[in-house]
C-alpha cells in the first residue's frame, strides 16, 4: 500500500467495515499520500461520484475479501473507462502457523 498510494488518486479498499486489517489499509493509503482512501465493501456499495476527475485508482483488498470482490470492481470500472492495469506484487510473504501442542504435553 505505501508503495501505491503515493501514486493514486483514489485507493478502494475492497472489505468488511468492522474489519481491522480493512480499515488499517484505508487508513495506511491516505497517510502514505493517497488523496483519497475510501473503503468499500462490495461494488453495490460503490459512489461512482467519487471517480469524477480520478485517472489513477488504486484497488487493495482486506485479508478475508473474496478475490471474486475485487475482479467485480475492476471488470466494472473496465465497462465505465478506458483502463491501464498494472499489477504489482510489492511484498509476497508465505507465514507458517504451528499448532499449539496439546494441553499436559511439553512443548
Known amino acids: 500500500m505505501k508503495a501505491i498510494a503515493p501514486e493514486s488518486d483514489l485507493v478502494i479498499v475492497i ?3 468492522n474489519s481491522s486489517n480493512s480499515q488499517r489499509l484505508r487508513e495506511v493509503a491516505e497517510r502514505s499520500g493517497a488523496k483519497r482512501a475510501l473503503l468499500v465493501p462490495k461494488l453495490a456499495a460503490l459512489d461512482w461520484s467519487v471517480l469524477e476527475g480520478v485517472r489513477t485508482v488504486g484497488i487493495t483488498a482486506g485479508a478475508s475479501a473474496p478475490e471474486t470482490l475485487v475482479q467485480e470492481i475492476v471488470d466494472a470500472l473496465s465497462t ?17 502457523f504451528r499448532l499449539p501442542s496439546p494441553l499436559g504435553e511439553p512443548a
Open 15 to 17: 472489505g468488511s467495515p
Open 80 to 96: 465505465r473507462y478506458k483502463l491501464e492495469i498494472e499489477e504489482r506484487i510489492v511484498k509476497k510473504e508465505n507465514v507458517a
